[in-house]
């Protein structure tokens, strides 16, 4: 590429040894920002690179600041494709499935790791695309917040607003639903056009640039997919969105633990010191105009609150001792968190003894990415591969895989609700508003805690 640029994935792509997948995304990159170039061309894929290499040109899009449509003939690949996203921006990229009822739930699961991501402003939604994001949706605000309250109604027989999809600047969808849609973009890519029929073989309407990869003559009418797979398809969407939001809800508990013990090292413990001082000038006070029952009142009240947040200091201090260190996962170990939900979760039990099994496993594994162990992480997902044993019984059952579909949009619909009450508190008000004032080179705790060292000294100079 001219300008000397290599997205994560595409380096990783190159890593990997997988040259054929960083070619051919350079291929379709170089036709896609030709000036030249023909609204509709068919290229060849990379056959098993195919999807990291989508993914790379997902990372380029919004490099580039270009909006990208990935359409496949079915819901197959969205799972693996979702999957290998860059994590840091799997946020800004709607991946929906065909079946409404499943969609709806997959767009309700994206727009709350979408709002989560933006009201933590944590390090990973740092960086130009996240910049040009913030940008869309105050520019949509209406919309955006529109689309927030009917994800938070949760309502299965509500359609989801219009136009919901330009929030997103990737978007990776099934044919019938970006034609349903009418979604576009800047760029669209037609992936296994060979699959498509001869009609469907022509340029997007209102992109740009539109490439059809696959073979170049298509094979005719494809096969109907058969109902028990697209089931499963489906299942596996709702997995993946799921572990997804499970990786982002232990990322905002464990980001508030690591908060709430810097807050209590540099505010509480000054706190605890103002108060004491002031309930000492008060009680002064008192004692000096013993015949003020305000003042004895001011003393009686200060004394409390010392006390108060005394004790909440000495129990800060006493936890802290036991505290895991400073909670700054990896991309590494957020992946490998994210695997292990997708496989150990214990809404995918097949039975009581399955469910207490994986549930165990699922909470090491919480504990083990919170204190960023990833060599727990690693054994636990060699236990899972030791232990598995698949049900192939239950393969084809439709009422199985129903009831584990209601089970993840139950779970799905816990998490979002968690994370609406965290985004609540004050606590996490205080969070976000630090995060957003270190973007601007501010240290919010540091200043508060100058503000406190400076009372301190006042009442000090009253007391003396």
Partial sequence: MGDGYTPPLLESIIMNGTGDGANAMEAWLARLLAPDGAPLETLADCGTATVPALAALAAEALARQRSLLVIG????????????????LR?????????????SIALRATLSLLRSRLSRGAEDTAGPAWATQR??????????????????????????????????PVRILPLTLARQRAVSADWVVVTQAERLAEEELRAWSGALRTLLLGQVAPKGMPAAEKPAARQRAELDVLTQELSELELELATAQAEIVD?????????????????ELRAELAARRAEADA???????????????????????????????????SFRPSGDIKKLFRKLAQKIHPDRACDDADRLWRTEMMSEANR??????????????????????????????????????????????EIERELNRLFGSRLYELFTATNIARRAKRDLLQEMADRLDADIAAVRAQLA
């Fill in 73 to 88: 003939p079915d819901d197959a690949d969205l799972t693996d494709l979702s999957n290998a996203l860059d994590i840091n």
């Fill in 91 to 103: 946020p800004l990229c709607l991946v929906l499935p065909a079946a409404g009822h499943v969609s």
């Fill in 135 to 168: 940008q869309r949706l105050a520019e949509q605000d209406g919309l955006w917040r529109q689309c927030l309250a009917w994800s938070q109604r949760g309502l299965d027989n509500e359609s989801w607003p219009e136009g919901i999809e330009s929030l997103f």
């Fill in 259 to 275: 908060f709430t013990r810097r807050y209590h090292a540099l505010i509480g413990t000054r706190m605890a010191t103002l108060d």
């Fill in 291 to 325: 015949a003020d029952p305000d003042m004895q009142q001011a003393a009686t009240t200060a004394r409390a609150r010392a006390e108060r947040t005394r004790h909440e200091s000495e129990r800060f201090a006493a936890s802290d001792r036991e505290a895991m260190p």
């Fill in 368 to 413: 083990a990415y919170q204190a960023g162990d990833e060599t727990t992480l690693l054994d636990l997902f060699a236990r899972w591969q030791q232990n598995f044993r698949p049900d192939s019984g239950h393969e084809g059952d439709s009422d199985w895989i129903a009831t584990q579909i209601a089970r993840l949009k139950k779970r799905i619909a």
